[in-house]
């Protein structure tokens, strides 16, 4: 079976090519995608070379890991479903992860259409959904719902949260539903201004530590990385109430080494939030549709899918405000 794929033939190289994958089966589903959510931060790091899974960073003797075919999440309608495959028809619109793929590096593919996946990996959209884009990201937000669910909080707790990407303001956004007191801190006043259900602060070198300190003088409860930065989860930690809850979402590299000792004085929780289960990705689903997560408004461009390239381009340079960034097939 032929599909279109977005590949990484080599390193900070980008194409849209014809590939080659696996004809489906009676328990799979094809489903034409429609739109493609990139995630600017795994992504990027696989285009630099630096994974070879998504927690797993290359190493000295490792094989390159080229090519592979891009992403992991997108929105799409059923074309097909296999003879076992039950509570999905023809015409549904649907939530797809990785689909099947040959002659890569991994034999997975996110950014593909058709694209040939398990029953597992695909959700129907909730009945009414008045826009489906809103789902495209659905493993992505599911991280920052995870970032914002793990934590005991209660209403009033002092939430800091470390990164304006996508997962810091889901992140930023579920602390605040369940009530904390959040502050989103960030590099990018366009990113910030983003946030309204809580604080900003523009990350000026290490400046908002002291204004956290100053602010909190007793400590917080909640503080979460979303940058992979050791010494973001430090400075945090040190600002905790005992008792208070850590949370690691970023990607470190295999330079990680976290000082454990400091936090254990005061007894601080550390959650390492990875990956997607289904009974997240339902629950991030539904905050979705009853608004409590919000994507749409994180969108800032969208490209054809065939110019996924020059998308890249503006995610690597910057070269104007950029966060949200969809592909259209």
């Known amino acids: ?31 034409d995608t429609q739109h493609s959510w990139i995630s600017n931060g795994t992504e990027g790091s696989y285009l630099r070379g630096e994974r070879i899974d998504g927690d797993t ?50 034999p997975r593919a996110g950014h593909i259409s058709p694209t040939v996946s398990g029953r597992g990996d695909v959700i129907p959209l909730p009945a009414g ?44 956004q579920m602390l605040a539903y369940r009530g904390a007191e959040v502050v989103l801190v960030g590099r990018h006043a366009d990113r910030l201004a983003r946030f309204t259900q809580g604080e900003t602060l523009v990350d000026d070198g290490g400046g908002w530590i002291d204004i956290i300190r100053g602010r909190y003088p007793t400590g917080i409860e909640v503080g979460v990385d979303t940058v992979g930065s050791l010494q973001v989860m430090d400075a945090l930690q040190q600002r905790m109430r005992r008792y208070g809850h850590l949370v690691s979402a970023g990607f470190y590299g295999a330079d990680d080494a976290f000082n454990l000792q400091p936090p254990r004085y005061r007894e ?61 097939w």
């Not at 075919?69 to 015409?91: D, I, T």
């Open 1 to 31: 079976m032929k599909a279109k794929a977005v590949v990484f033939p080599r390193a900070n190289q980008v194409e849209f090519v014809e590939v080659a994958c696996p004809d489906p089966g009676p328990g799979d589903v094809v489903v």
């Open 57 to 106: 960073p290359i190493l000295p003797g490792d094989p390159e890991p080229f090519p592979i075919a891009s992403g992991y999440q997108k929105v799409g309608r059923v074309n097909w479903v296999g003879e076992q495959v039950h509570g999905l028809n023809p015409g549904d619109w649907v939530f797809a992860s990785v689909g099947r793929i040959k002659e890569m590096a991994e």
């Open 129 to 172: 959904t008045e826009d489906p884009l809103a789902y495209a990201g659905l493993v992505l937000t599911q991280v920052g719902y995870n970032c914002g669910w793990r934590p005991t909080v209660k209403p009033g707790d002092p939430a800091i949260v470390v990164g304006d990407g996508l997962v810091g303001h889901w992140a930023a």
């Open 268 to 328: 601080i929780s550390i959650d390492l939030v990875s990956g997607a289960t289904p009974d997240r990705l339902q629950a991030t689903m539904e905050l979705i549709c009853k608004g409590v997560l919000q994507t749409l408004p994180l969108i800032t461009h969208r490209f054809p899918v065939e110019a996924a390239a020059e998308a890249w381009d503006l995610i690597r340079t910057k070269r104007e405000p950029v966060l949200g960034v969809i592909l259209d």
